[in-house]
């Protein structure tokens, strides 16, 4: 079966710093991997997405993350964090050929001034 | 395009009520589901449908009911509300083609009491 960790409730970081949230998987065959936002009192959206190729992702608003296949990580990067990143971030794995996505628990990203 | 809709927005319920919480969308996607989102337990699924007329169970689906008439629609029923039903309610849709991954769209939620 398929699963997702994320072993952070909550992730601090200083504007401008660099941001890592961490999320690790398990599935039975090939994954694919995604990661999401939440922000207060809405749905979630896509950030980014792996499926193949390149281990390293970029998706919207300068965020990236780097698949590890010998470690099942796919962790998000930002390289200068902005107060708007805070959020609640959620990683999410599907086995290639299915359909159901299953989610990681979240993490919320504070971002102080 | 209005994406993925959902109604209501918000509502209160007394244990025992019934209800259907609507999710519609206007991508043309096979693929719909349920969700609901509890603090520290992340996104959990409910029921899932891969095209009309085909629903199947996900994590959670005990109290729940879906049928898929259209592909546009895919209602939930709580035939009998509890308590343990309060949550935040999430339908998400996406397109089952192709080999891109296929991303879930999301619903903006409805946030269900049930007192």
């Known amino acids: 079966a398929q699963s997702v960790a994320q072993p952070e409730d909550q992730v601090n970081v200083a504007e401008g710093n660099p941001l890592t949230v961490k999320c690790t998987y398990s599935?039975?065959?090939?994954?694919?991997l995604f990661w999401y936002v939440q922000y207060p009192n809405r749905g979630l959206q896509f950030l980014l997405k792996?499926?193949?190729?390149?281990?390293l992702v970029k998706g919207s608003y300068g965020f990236e993350a780097e698949f590890n296949k010998s470690q099942t990580s796919f962790h998000l990067k930002k390289p200068s964090a902005l107060v708007s990143d805070s959020a609640l971030y959620f990683c999410?794995?599907?086995?290639?050929?299915?359909?159901?996505?299953?989610f990681g628990t979240g993490t919320r990203l504070l971002v102080s001034p | 395009n209005a994406g993925v809709t959902q109604t209501p927005k918000f509502q209160v319920l007394k244990t025992g009520q019934s209800m259907t919480l609507q999710c519609a969308q206007d991508?043309?996607?096979?693929?719909m589901s349920w969700y609901r989102q509890d603090p520290g337990m992340g996104l959990r699924l409910i029921h899932y449908?891969?095209?009309?007329?085909?629903?199947d169970q996900g994590e959670v689906p005990n109290g729940y009911n879906v049928s898929r008439s259209t592909t546009e629609d895919f209602p939930l029923r709580l035939l009998s509300a509890a308590p343990s039903q309060t949550s935040v309610y999430f339908c998400?849709?996406?397109?089952?083609?192709?080999?891109?991954?296929?991303?879930?769209?999301f619903g903006p939620g409805t946030r269900l009491t049930v007192l």
């Open positions: 998400a849709s996406s397109y089952t083609g192709g080999e891109d991954g296929n991303e879930q769209f």
């Open positions: 599935v039975s065959g090939n994954p694919y």
């Open positions: 792996y499926i193949t190729g390149d281990n």
């Open positions: 999410a794995v599907r086995d290639v050929g299915f359909q159901k996505l299953v």
């Open positions: 991508m043309n996607h096979e693929y």
């Open positions: 449908s891969v095209g009309a007329g085909i629903t």
